[in-house]
């Protein structure tokens, strides 16, 4: 199996939809490589594309401040995101895009091997839960898919914008943290 190191260089040369011909800096992923907990975002913003990091503009500042109310930080989780190059004037990835990027995070995902995935919102809960899912109604519910527990969280962009939805984030976090300590 690659190592995450090998399938960033692999994933660098990605050409498959034409998000890689708008890039700065291909946004991959960052933390540990072998965290019980990873976070999945939608896709980079204009501050992951100048930096190459995921979530370092104001949502990165706010889910940072989220991690820290739960007593981690980025060297004890993994985050990354749906697809790996920024989607113009920061919309949503299109399906195919997602279609193209996918396999790479399945194969992140199958290196770190994570016990928990929190998806940072509805577009990546929609690819790894279900394509369906109401992130309103379903958001800190557990989900068993192919064995692994995954729940959705507001996006930080999201609370950003609506901060009333703040509290239930709490909670959710909570439930993350309680989780974490039932694995050990």
């Not at 980079?44 to 820290?68: I, N, S, T, W």
């Not at 992140?108 to 929609?126: F, H, N, T, W, Y």
């Not at 309103?136 to 068993?144: K, L, P, S, V």
């Not at 993350?176 to 694995?183: A, F, K, N, Q």
Request: glycine letters at 10%; hydrophobic letters at 40%.
């Amino acid at each position: 199996m690659a190592s995450l190191d090998e399938l960033k260089k692999e994933c660098a040369g990605c050409a498959k939809c034409g998000l890689c011909q708008t890039r700065t800096n291909l946004v991959f992923g960052v933390g540990d490589p072998g965290a019980k907990l990873m976070f999945v975002g939608e896709g980079p913003g204009r501050d992951e594309d100048l930096q190459g990091e995921p979530f370092v503009g104001r949502a990165g500042k706010l889910l940072d401040a989220m991690l820290d109310i739960i007593d981690l930080d980025r060297s004890k989780v993994y985050i990354a995101n749906m697809v790996k190059c920024r989607p113009p004037q920061n919309r949503d990835p299109l399906p195919e895009e997602q279609d193209a990027c996918f396999p790479w995070l399945e194969r992140q995902i199958e290196i770190i091997d994570p016990k928990l995935i929190v998806c940072l919102g509805r577009i990546s809960a929609m690819r790894l839960i279900r394509s369906d899912f109401k992130i309103t109604r379903e958001h800190g519910q557990w989900f068993d898919v192919g064995g692994r527990q995954i729940m959705a969280i507001y996006h930080p962009a999201a609370l950003l914008r609506d901060p009333g939805k703040r509290p239930e984030t709490f909670l959710d976090l909570k439930e993350i943290r309680r989780r974490l300590d039932e694995l050990g």
